[in-house]
């Protein structure tokens, strides 16, 4: 067959991704880790191949998606033992026309792209090459398969050479640059669908190919023929289309509605029968409106249609209706049945209590709206990979008899790519005191397993410094380094913006500098308590402060800002930022500017527990800090808690944290877009956000409006798929009252509050708890987030309770002072005698009594 050459940085070729995609099988060039990531996610075909010069930079490939991974067979020796446990169809190779195909140079392998110079016909003329070939793809893979044998010409090439070298045996690489999926090509271009089907073979004096239709999970549809004109006309519109012999050209579903949606072609190892698969739209397949020409569905896919009827055409009094509006009845049910099959012993027991637990997590899937072709994908995705857990249990579940332990949050489950975006609603006048108290509580982290994990991580930087630190940077985060730090000054050439990225930094900069100066405590407190003794209070930098900026999803600049100003009005003389860094080894250059601006000494080019422990109990190239401030993961909040409770590193922290979160209070006078909107902006931070509507006296309609921008404005976001995780998983709830609202979120204590309400100024007194409010319609969280002057690292989890956001004093500690005259000494020294007598501290009444019998001599 014919295997396009992707050029993923080439954004000519853009158009041709969902085509190629089709027919799934593909060599990528110039593509990163996150271009392949995007490319899996828009086709949907785990078929790819990709290239790679070392064992690291594979594993990063394959746990990407990628299924074969191309070596250069010039390193391939170098590289056999770290492959040993890797299996040979995840592994090709490349090589030039010289390489033979001795077990000396392929080893165990199941492909091989070689690069000639030579014309086609010459080839084909090189027995010795051909037959040796012919002989390797011979022996099967242990897994089953063939092994190939893939000809690049480096010459633009044409069908007929595809056919040609098939007929010998060999797959042809094609530039994707000269393939359209234009039925009718110019200028030496070929069009994908004839390419494809140079490879198929038929008997049929018609020409026609018997074609098996057959739906995402592989269950048969029916049996159709198809043309290279029908295949080309599917892959250009990616529906299914197939060769009626009676109509000519067949639209599947153009008159009836049961239309098809293309997701992959190929055909059988013969060559002479294809398959389709398609999402089936409408009725069904047949004609007779079931949806398989071989009658009703059956088994799962027949439950799920099943549930999905159920779930949108309930009979009144359903078991299963019942199931979908009550999500704490559904999560109790999945637990009592996955408890009852662990418990199940003989054979059928087992298939009994595996059948009632399928049941019950295929309707909260539904229910979510995602399908078994979704799970499957993530089956797919995760056989891809390379890199595997260690496979234990959570603590929680790893004793043989665990005892009741508090609720936590349901699992995470995959991003779903479809079905309405949509919280939860609550009513505060029809939920139970047990319920608001539930809806106060954040889902409960056991930090066993995580601590576990980073007590080594922390223990490892601490004993092999800056060794530590390059070994965990390459381990989790792929970045190979030959130091850990950048010391300033930073290299102008680092630090290159664009000059709009760059004003609108400079901007946010003088906000935040200019409010965070004002709260410099600037001046000494000076009170004489009694006359004689004068006591005083005075500020003073804490020296050596480390700030984490997090990389991960986003790229922080504003985050930077946020730590290092403070810091720097403070006087901190040494400033440490900790930032992931990028796959080539640098720091994001919006990052590096910031650290110049704000005066930061170093810049650790490193994240999680590793960066938190290498600034805690510094190593070679990390000075040592005395305070560490920033926000990250579970892994960088428990790595502060630990290095925090170490009294060997002294060190303190800002404060705990959780995910990121957001209260909104609405009254009927808000703008829904407004409200929406400002929803979304803290959703798509993570799938663990926090969002919560206070709807206040809103009619039904009024609060239908608010849920349908959320749904609409979040389908047109980058990150919707982060929003499709983040906002199921919050919740509005409607309140008759403003006072109802302010009482529910003091008790929340939430990270951000924003009020959308009328007269919003005037609710700001009775806040009693929260990290920052953002009033009225024109004050997004965002403004705070970036430059309105306030700082964004605020306290999360409820912890505004008793925490500050990050501010200037946060960078500062306090000293007192005291001085006496002797007269002060005399008149103050006998309530202090007594104090210590009545305490039993002798020499604390004597320090007093030596120096007040002197005075009164």
Request: aromatic share 6%; net charge negative; proline share 5%.
């Amino acid at each position: 067959m014919f295997i396009p050459s992707l050029d993923l940085s080439d954004s000519s070729q853009n158009s041709l991704h969902t085509a190629i995609g089709y027919i799934g099988t593909a060599l990528l060039s110039n593509a990163t880790v996150e271009d392949i990531k995007a490319l899996i996610h828009q086709t949907g075909s785990t078929g790819y191949w990709a290239p790679a010069n070392n064992f690291e930079e594979a594993i990063q490939l394959w746990d990407a998606g990628i299924y074969k991974v191309v070596f250069p067979a010039s390193i391939y020796s170098d590289l056999k033992d770290e492959l040993k446990d890797i299996p040979e169809d995840r592994i090709a190779l490349s090589a030039s026309t010289d390489a033979s195909f001795s077990p000396d140079v392929l080893f165990d392998t199941s492909a091989v792209v070689i690069t000639m110079d030579t014309a086609c016909q010459q080839l084909l003329e090189q027995k010795a090459f051909l037959d040796s070939a012919r002989e390797w793809m011979k022996t099967l893979l242990p897994q089953g398969g063939s092994r190939r044998v893939v000809i690049d010409l480096k010459h633009n090439t044409s069908l007929d050479t595809i056919r040609s070298l098939q007929k010998a045996g060999l797959d042809t690489l094609v530039k994707a640059s000269q393939l359209t999926s234009t039925l009718e090509p110019t200028n030496n271009q070929i069009n994908i669908g004839e390419a494809f089907m140079a490879n198929a073979t038929t008997d049929r004096s018609d020409g026609l190919f018997a074609t098996l239709v057959v739906d995402e999970l592989n269950n048969a549809l029916g049996l159709v023929y198809s043309s290279v004109h029908s295949v080309s006309e599917s892959i250009r519109t990616g529906q299914g289309v197939f060769q009626s012999r009676a109509r000519g050209l067949w639209y599947k579903g153009a008159t009836s509605g049961a239309t098809q949606t293309l997701k992959h072609v190929d055909y059988d190892c013969d060559g002479d029968a294809l398959r389709f698969i398609v999402e089936q739209h409408g009725a069904g397949f047949c004609h007779l409106n079931t949806r398989t020409c071989f009658g009703s569905d059956t088994g799962l896919t027949g439950l799920q249609k099943t549930l999905q009827d159920r779930k949108v055409n309930a009979p009144q009094g359903s078991y299963t209706s019942r199931l979908f509006n009550d999500p704490q009845l559904l999560r109790s049910k999945i637990m009592e049945e996955a408890e009852e099959l662990c418990d199940a012993t003989d054979k059928d027991e087992i298939a009994w209590e595996a059948a009632d637990l399928i049941y019950f997590a295929l309707t909260k899937c539904v229910g979510a709206g995602v399908t078994l072709a979704d799970i499957e994908k993530n089956l797919d995705k995760k056989a891809r990979k390379i890199t595997r857990r260690a496979g234990n249990a959570k603590p929680k579940w790893s004793a043989p008899a665990p005892a009741p332990a508090p609720a936590q949050a349901a699992p995470v489950p995959p991003p779903k790519t479809d079905g309405r975006i949509q919280m939860e609603k609550y009513s505060l006048d029809s939920i139970s005191k047990e319920k608001q108290a539930e809806l106060l509580l954040r889902p409960i982290i056991d930090s066993t397993e995580i601590t576990n994990r980073v007590t080594p991580i922390m223990k490892d930087v601490r004993e092999r410094g800056d060794k530590a630190l390059i070994d965990l940077t390459k381990k989790f985060d792929r970045v190979e380094l030959t130091t850990p730090t950048v010391k300033a000054p930073f290299p102008p050439e680092l630090m290159q913006l664009d000059p709009k990225t760059k004003a609108a930094i400079d901007q946010a900069y003088a906000n935040i500098y200019k409010f965070h100066d004002a709260q410099m405590d600037r001046e000494t407190l000076v009170v004489e308590t009694m006359p004689g003794v004068v006591c005083s209070r005075f500020a003073r930098p804490i020296e050596r402060v480390g700030l984490y900026v997090p990389g991960g999803t986003a790229v922080l600049p504003s985050t930077t800002l946020m730590l290092g100003i403070p810091a720097k009005v403070a006087g901190c003389s040494e400033i440490v930022i900790a930032t992931p860094p990028r796959p080539d080894g640098s720091v994001v250059p919006e990052v590096m500017y910031v650290a110049h601006k704000v005066g930061a000494t170093h810049i650790v080019l490193a994240g999680g527990a590793q960066a938190v422990a290498a600034m805690a109990y510094g190593t070679e190239t990390v000075p040592k800090v005395d305070k560490i401030c920033g926000p990250g993961n579970q892994y960088v909040t428990a790595a502060k808690m630990l290095a925090q409770n170490d009294t060997s590193c002294l060190v303190s922290i800002d404060m705990p944290a959780g995910p990121s979160e957001v209260l909104v209070i609405a009254d009927k006078n808000c703008n829904p877009a407004y409200v929406a909107a400002d929803l979304l902006s803290q959703a798509e931070h993570g799938a663990d956000s926090q969002v919560v509507l206070l709807a206040v006296d809103l009619s039904d309609d009024e609060l239908t409006a608010i849920e349908n921008q959320v749904h609409d404005q979040a389908m047109q976001l980058p990150r919707v798929d982060i929003i499709r995780q983040s906002i199921p998983k919050s919740y509005s709830l409607r309140v008759k009252t403003l006072e109802q609202a302010t009482e529910f979120s003091n008790n929340y204590a939430p990270e951000h509050l924003i009020l959308h309400i009328d007269n919003a100024r005037d609710l700001v007194q009775h806040i009693t708890n929260a990290g920052s409010v953002f009033v009225g319609a024109y004050s997004p969280e965002s403004m705070g987030d970036y430059a309105s002057g306030t700082n964004h690292t605020l306290p999360t989890y409820g912890y505004s309770r008793m925490y500050s956001g990050v501010n200037t004093l946060t960078f500062v500690k306090h000293i007192t002072s005291q001085e006496l005259t002797a007269d002060g000494l005399d008149k103050l020294g006998d309530s202090v005698m007594q104090l210590a007598a009545i305490e039993g501290l002798d020499a604390h009444r004597n320090a007093v009594a030596i120096r007040v019998a002197d005075i009164r001599k």
